[in-house]
C-alpha cells in the first residue's frame, strides 16, 4: 500500500465500503483529525516522510513491541480514547483501508490523523525542516528536495478523505443519520505554535492567532457542511515544556513564551466554539484543555505515579530531548514513570491519563461537558 495513491485508496473505499456496517448500530463511529499526537500510522503510507515513527524503539510496549507509526511507546491517546467507546484502539489509518479489511472487519470509524501536520496546508513543509536538525534513523532519511514531495496530511486533505469515507456511508446508512451519531475528534495545533515561534516571524502574535483560528473555523465548518455535529476538541498542551524546547532553556526550565502562545490559543479557540455552537444550534462540543491538563500534571507529579516529567524516555543528549527515538537512542526502563516518551510526545502512561481525563474530567479541564457527555448529548 506504500506507492498506492489517493485517488486509488478513494475508488476503493467506494466500491467496498458498502460491505460493512458498525457492529453496534448504537455505538458512535469516531472519526479522528489531527497531528503525530493521534497520528496511529498514516504517514507509514508516506513512503518520503520523515514525521515517522515506524521504527524501534518506538511501540516497545505495543503487543509484540511493534512500531506501528505511533510516536509513543504504545497507544496513543487516540487509542485510549476510542477505547473508552468500545472500540479495541483507534480506528485505523484512511490509508490503510482496502477491500479486504472492509468486507472482513467492522467499521468503527477512521483515524486521518498525520504526524507533522497543522491547522495551516504549509505547517507539514516547516514542520520536515524542523524535524531535519534532530536526526532520523537511516529509513527515513532524504535529501532536502525531498521536502517537496508529500510528507505528512494536512487537515485540509484530511477533511477531504473524510468526505471520500462520507459518501461511502451515505450510499448505506443515510449519510446524516450516520454523522448524527458520530463523534469528531480533532488534535491540531502544536506543529503551527512551533512553526511560528522558532521562525521569529515579524507578525504580531495576535495577528498570527487570528489568522490560525480562522483557518480552524473554516475546517470547523468545512466538517459541519459534511454533516459533523459533535466534536471533541483537543487543545495546545504546554509545548514550552517538551524536552526538545528545554534544552532551548539554560535553566532547563519551560519556554514561557512558547507557553504563553498556547494558553492565547486555547482560549480564542473556546471562544470559537462558542460562537460555532451558537450558529449552528445543533453542534455540540468538548473542548479539552490540554495546557491545564499537562501543567497540573508537571506541578505535582507524584500522584500520577510521574517521577520524571522534564526529560525523555527515549532520545539523546541533555534531557533526551536533543535527538528523536531511534534503535540506537537511550532508553529508560520505567516508561510508566515518565511524563514524555520522546523530545515531543508523551508516554503510553501519559496518553492513557489524558484520555480518561478528556472523558470523564471536571470543567477545570472539559467544557461545557466531556467526551462521555458529548456521545450522550
Known sequence: MENISWAVVSLVLCVAIGFVSPADPGAPLIFIFGDSTADVGTNNFLPTSMARADFPHNGIDFPSSEPTGRFSNGLNSADFLSMTFGLKRSPPPFFSLNATYLSNKTFGGVNFASGGSGLFDITGKKSVLALMKYG??????????????????PLAEQIQQFSTV?????????????????LFFISVGSN????????????????????????????????????????????????????????????GGCLEDLNDLAVTFHSRLDALMSKLSSEYKDVKYALGNAFEMTINVIRNPLPFNFTQVE??????????????????????????????????????????????????GGPQFVTPINFAQLAMA
Not at 144 to 153: L, M
Not at 166 to 182: F, H, M, P, W, Y
Open 136 to 153: 532520523m534513523p537511516k529509513k527515513t532519511q532524504f535529501d532536502a528536495s525531498s521536502v517537496s514531495q508529500k510528507n505528512v496530511v
Open 166 to 182: 462520507k459518501c461511502n456511508l451515505t450510499a448505506i446508512k443515510g449519510g446524516r443519520r450516520v454523522t448524527e451519531r458520530s
Open 192 to 251: 503551527d505554535l512551533f512553526g511560528y515561534y522558532h521562525s521569529n516571524s515579524s507578525i504580531p502574535k495576535e495577528e498570527f492567532l487570528s489568522s490560525l483560528l480562522l483557518a480552524y473555523e473554516n475546517h470547523l465548518k468545512g466538517l459541519i457542511d459534511l454533516g459533523a455535529r459533535k466534536f471533541g476538541i483537543i487543545s495546545v498542551a504546554p509545548i514550552g515544556c517538551c524536552p526538545s524546547q528545554r534544552v532551548h532553556n539554560a535553566s
Open 311 to 360: 526529560a525523555a524516555c527515549c532520545g539523546a543528549g541533555k534531557l533526551n530531548g536533543e535527538s528523536f527515538c531511534s534503535p540506537n537512542a537511550t532508553l529508560c526502563l520505567n516508561r510508566d514513570n515518565y511524563l514524555f516518551w520522546d523530545l515531543f510526545h508523551p508516554t503510553q502512561a501519559a496518553s492513557k491519563l489524558a484520555a480518561v481525563t478528556l472523558f470523564n
